[in-house]
């Protein structure tokens, strides 16, 4: 199984600054990544998809880039809406695993 | 528009069955792989299953294998997950989920059905 670490676990900025999630995974995966947001109940938002391609609707602010086994999810410059709970995900390899998460909060 | 919407969340003992049937509108069904993933209270979400296009194969994480089935039927544009012998780990809200093409990410996500498990 391909383990995904997710750093920070908690992120903590205010608007306007620019957030750097990283999401580091076990072995190779080549671009087979993807990030979503998740909201307070709500159901996850797919937001990246191998490693750089933004999702439909998706704001320019958000950014993916790595390849391999590193990761990173941009987002250049925080709006309030953005304060959330960000998952990677691989779709490399059976299973399909995520990361534990990275929370965004306003500081 | 395009929608998943499940349902058949409920309160079951432990070492019981439950059916849980999601219904997909807005796009055509059968050409895509539908997923099911779960998130615990408070906990992050873990892979379930995941059924190709046509049922033809089928995929699922161990710690479910031999307990719970995912089906399809293209003719209503339902997907399925029955589960049994259910355990207190198995407490999760249950996200029907579509791949993008053919076999992306997870790109349509279903509002969530809750599963109690509990005595």
């Known amino acids: 199984e391909i383990v995904l670490t997710q750093s920070p676990a908690t992120l903590s900025l205010s608007p306007g600054e620019r957030a750097t999630l990283s999401c580091r995974t076990s072995q190779g995966i080549g671009s087979y990544l993807a990030w979503y947001q998740q909201k307070p109940g709500q159901a996850p938002r797919l937001l990246i998809d191998?490693?750089?391609n933004r999702a439909t609707g998706i704001p320019a602010r958000f950014s993916g880039s790595g390849s391999g086994t590193d990761f990173t999810l941009t987002i250049s410059s925080l709006e309030p809406e953005d304060f959330a709970v960000y998952y990677c995900q691989q779709r490399s390899n059976w299973p399909l695993t995520f990361g534990q998460g990275t929370r965004l909060e306003i500081k | 528009e395009v929608q998943l919407v499940e349902s058949g969340g409920n309160l079951v003992q432990p070492g019981g069955s439950l059916r849980l049937s999601c219904e997909a509108s807005?796009?055509?069904?059968?050409?895509?792989?539908m997923n099911w993933v779960r998130q615990a209270p408070g906990k992050g979400l873990e892979w379930v299953s995941t059924i190709s296009a046509g049922g033809g194969s089928t995929y699922y994480t161990d710690s479910v294998k031999g307990r719970f089935a995912i089906s399809r039927d293209d003719s209503k544009n339902m997907l399925y997950l029955q589960m049994s012998s259910l355990r207190a780990e198995d407490m999760a809200v249950y996200y029907c989920?579509?791949?993008?093409?053919?076999?992306?990410?997870?790109?349509?996500w279903g509002q969530g059905t809750f599963v109690t498990v509990s005595s």
């Open positions: 989920v579509r791949r993008f093409l053919p076999w992306g990410a997870f790109d349509i």
């Open positions: 191998e490693a750089s």
């Open positions: 807005g796009f055509t069904f059968s050409n895509y792989v």
